[in-house]
């Protein structure tokens, strides 16, 4: 075990010397095993070791009895350690979920804030048995490509380094060395999934192929080398779609089918939604036509007019934003000549100019309303604001969402699209009003 976990550590640069390690400490065989090795390299790689335990308060006693264990052991270890309770049961029903869900869920979020707080790296004690197991749980789950890499050697601030170690090699281990360790009454529960994966299903599958383990690694190897190129390749392509308001459809479907997937969970990660491979298919079908598809944590997913977008889901829009504008309150003051030379240096600038004898007691910050109106500012036609959305191709989900200065239902100002017409000639006023895009 200890020659795999040092090629496993110089071959991916997992540990740098002088580093500080915060070991997930359980108290089971592999945990226990990787701190006691992690402590026999401590001089060679000058680390500073620590260790993390979470209390899921899931089996009472016994969960009281781990604790207390991995506290001994650490201090026969001279190793400082950090406990976190959390009531995983009572979690569990508030959100939801399963118990193995929120578990893991809370377990990472305790390891990365004593990460972010010491500056140092998280050791986990995955195996390459527990890879194998989450393989086939990610092939029963019906996952796609990226299921197939099993888990990684390191993410962010987490190693594993006895990834390369068997169970059987762990165990052997500790016989070697003598170390005591505690076992979870739960692991022998056929209620989890994973319990009767290990327990069921992995024996008959070793029966057949006694190299199951190494069999699955060397699939996850070819899997993560063909994920990191369409994962390139996606990237590189997905430039070319963008547009000012989202991705054209048109040059997304026109994409290999593999690179348009990966394209559009680049999309969705970008966005921070969550997503599962049933939503991939649905959007890439959606591409085709109008439509939309509600994701989880509150974000839509939209094809309308040719474009692509992720948004968070609608929310009722009110006349709750209604802000009084005066001549001087936020307003940047310039005189005749100044406005002169900054239209010479740059026409934009007039875009966002709103002359002060114009602002009156009822000029409003506002959202449109159904009777607004605005005046072209090129053309002397006065259009609905409305319609002139719709000409103007603005994604039907931005429209109620655009902030406008008002007098009545006269549009002086729409944002992203700039002054009215009666604004633009009345740019010789003395004074001015500058609003920002």
Request: aromatic letters at 6%; proline letters at 2%.
């Amino acid at each position: 075990m200890r020659d795999k976990a040092l090629s496993l550590i110089e071959r991916e640069g997992l540990l740098a010397h002088g580093e500080r390690v915060i070991v997930a400490l359980s108290g089971g065989a592999d945990s226990v095993s990787l701190l006691h090795f992690l402590i026999s390299i401590k001089e060679l790689y000058q680390l500073q070791i620590y260790a993390a335990h979470l209390n899921h308060m899931i089996r009472g006693e016994e969960a009281q009895r781990d604790e207390d264990f991995v506290k001994e052991l650490c201090e026969e270890y001279g190793v400082e350690l950090f406990i976190r309770r959390v009531d995983i049961p009572a979690l569990s029903k508030e959100r939801g979920e399963s118990e193995e869900l929120v578990g893991r869920v809370e377990r990472y979020r305790f390891f990365e804030e004593l990460s972010e707080k010491y500056h140092a790296k998280v050791a986990t004690a995955h195996t390459k048995s527990d890879n194998t197991e989450t393989v086939l749980f990610n092939i029963i789950r019906g996952a796609g490509l990226s299921g197939l890499c099993g888990i990684r050697e390191k993410r962010d601030d987490i190693i594993r380094p006895l990834l390369l170690c068997t169970r059987e090699e762990i165990e052997r281990y500790c016989e070697e060395h003598r170390l005591s360790f505690v076992t979870d009454s739960t692991n022998a529960d056929l209620y989890y999934s994973r319990n009767r994966l290990r327990l069921s299903v992995l024996p008959e599958l070793r029966a057949l192929n006694p190299s199951v383990d190494e069999s699955v690694s060397r699939l996850c190897r070819i899997a993560r080398d063909t994920d990191a190129y369409l994962s390139k390749i996606s990237l590189e392509e997905l430039n070319n779609c963008r547009t000012a308001c989202g991705y054209s459809c048109e040059k997304l479907l026109s994409l290999d089918k593999a690179v348009r997937s990966y394209a559009i969970k680049a999309i969705l990660d970008e966005a921070g939604a969550s997503y599962d491979y049933r939503h991939l298919e649905l959007i890439g079908r959606e591409l085709c036509a109008h439509g939309a598809l509600d994701l989880r944590d509150g974000y839509t997913v939209s094809c309308s007019q040719g474009i692509l977008r992720v948004l968070p889901l609608k929310e009722e829009i009110t006349d709750e934003l209604c802000i009084r504008l005066t001549a001087y309150e936020g307003a940047e003051l310039i005189d005749g000549e100044e406005y002169k030379r900054r239209e010479k240096i740059n026409k934009k600038f007039l875009n966002n100019c709103i002359p002060c004898d114009i602002i009156t007691d009822s000029t409003v910050v506002r959202y449109r309303r159904e009777k607004d109106t605005f005046t072209l500012p090129d053309r002397n036609v006065t259009k609905s604001v409305k319609k002139l959305m719709n000409e103007l191709k603005i994604p039907k989900e931005l429209r109620d969402r655009l902030r406008l200065v008002a007098n009545g239902s006269e549009v002086l100002w729409i944002e992203g699209i700039g002054i009215s017409k009666d604004i633009k000639e009345h740019g010789t006023a003395s004074k001015a009003y500058y609003l920002m895009k």
